[in-house]
């Protein structure tokens, strides 16, 4: 069955330093990826999205995530953290075949002043 | 564009009373729609699938007569909480995706807290 592993179900980071949120998905045909940003009581905001076109996606916020097939890996990254990207990060994986988004189990990122 | 909103944004409610939520696709006719439930800190978990006109398609594990799903029209779905209690508190989010969009993508409404006293 598909699945979506996210590493790390917190993440604490010194503002300006480097964000890494670890993203791999398990699936036999390359589906496609998504990141997603939640603030509190609030719904699920689009970073970014990999639809099998450029292995490197860019996002909004400085986001960035990198495709690799190799490792089926999607890790989100953001070379310098502010203070408002303190959220939940989540991943997900779409595949044609089900029509239906996995979710990974989410990231709560801390960033420290 | 692709804007998605749910009403109420939270709602609380004696038990065994049921609740309506509302989902709407703004701007973009919504061929598809879902709907989650979230517990707090924890991940988003499919609850079912509905295309417009057609009954929903619902996941292991949930109530199709607990949780009823209206799929009317291709800018409205309706998730009812049946008879609730304590236990259905929890935050609900509905997502929505156009057949003529970005094959997969979805649009996610802003969620409504439902609290079950």
């Known amino acids: 069955a598909q699945s979506v592993t996210q590493l790390g179900s917190h993440v604490s980071v010194s503002e300006g330093a480097l964000v890494l949120l670890r993203c791999n998905y398990s699936s036999s045909v390359p589906p496609y990826l998504f990141w997603y940003v939640q603030y509190p009581n609030q719904g699920l905001q689009l970073l970014l999205k990999y639809t099998s076109a450029a292995t490197l996606v860019k996002g909004i916020n400085g986001f960035e995530a990198e495709f690799k097939k190799s490792e089926t890996s999607f890790h989100l990254t953001k070379p310098s953290a502010h203070m408002s990207d303190a959220a939940e990060y989540f991943c997900?994986?779409?595949?044609?075949?089900?029509?239906?988004?996995?979710f990974g189990t989410g990231t709560r990122l801390k960033v420290l002043a | 564009g692709a804007v998605v909103s749910q009403h109420p944004s939270w709602v609380i409610c004696k038990s065994g009373t049921s609740v309506k939520i509302e989902c709407r696709s703004l701007d973009f006719q919504a061929t598809t729609m879902f709907w989650y439930r979230q517990f707090p800190k924890q991940s988003l978990m499919l609850m079912a699938t509905?295309?417009?006109?057609?009954?929903?398609?619902?996941e292991q594990g949930v109530e199709k007569d607990k949780f009823l799903i209206n799929h009317a029209s291709l800018t409205l779905s309706t998730l009812t909480v049946t008879s609730a209690h304590p236990e259905d508190s929890s935050f609900y989010i509905c997502s929505a995706s156009s057949s003529g969009g970005t094959l997969g993508e979805q649009f996610f409404g802003p969620g409504t807290r439902l609290t079950v006293l």
């Open positions: 509905s295309n417009e006109g057609s009954k929903a398609t619902y």
């Open positions: 997900a994986a779409f595949t044609s075949g089900t029509y239906k988004y996995i």
